[in-house]
Nanobody, 117 residues
Framework: QVQLVESGGGLVQAGGSLRLSCAAS???????????MGWYRQAPGKQRELVAR???????NYTDSVKGRFTISRDNAKNTVYLQMNSLKPEDTAVYYC????????WGLGTQVTVSS
C-alpha cells in the first residue's frame, strides 16, 4: 500500500511561484523502484493532464506548456517529490495531483493551485 499526500498549493498572482510537495509512505513504496512519479493537473470540466514526471533513475519529462517554468525534483531521504512552479499563469490554475506508477497506479487527493490575473 502507498499513500501520497500533496501540499503547497494556494493562491498566487500571475508571475508568482509555488512549490508543491508530494510525501509518499507505505510498505509498497520505494523511491528507487522501477517506475516513476509524476504531477498531473485538472481544471474543472477538463481532462486530467500529465505535467511532469521523474523516474526512479532521476530522468525528468515535462509537458510543453510548462517547460522552462516548472521543475520536478525529489528528496529520496524524505520520500518526497517536489514541483517548483515559476512564472505562473492563470491557465496553470487547477487541482494538482501526485501519482506513483510502478506495477500499479497510486494517486494523491490533490492540492488546489489558483493563479490570479
Amino acid at each position: 500500500q502507498v499513500q501520497l499526500v500533496e501540499s503547497g498549493g494556494g493562491l498566487v498572482q500571475a508571475g508568482g511561484s509555488l512549490r508543491l510537495s508530494c510525501a509518499a509512505s507505505g510498505s509498497a513504496f520505494s523511491i528507487n523502484a522501477v517506475g516513476w512519479m509524476g504531477w498531473y493537473r485538472q481544471a474543472p470540466g477538463k481532462q486530467r493532464e500529465l505535467v511532469a514526471r521523474i523516474t526512479g533513475g532521476g530522468r525528468t519529462n515535462y509537458t510543453d506548456s510548462v517547460k522552462g517554468r516548472f521543475t520536478i525534483s525529489r528528496d529520496n531521504a524524505k520520500n518526497t517529490v517536489y514541483l517548483q512552479m515559476n512564472s505562473l499563469k492563470p491557465e496553470d490554475t487547477a487541482v494538482y495531483y501526485c501519482r506513483y506508477i510502478t506495477d500499479r497506479s497510486y494517486w494523491g487527493l490533490g492540492t488546489q493551485v489558483t493563479v490570479s490575473s
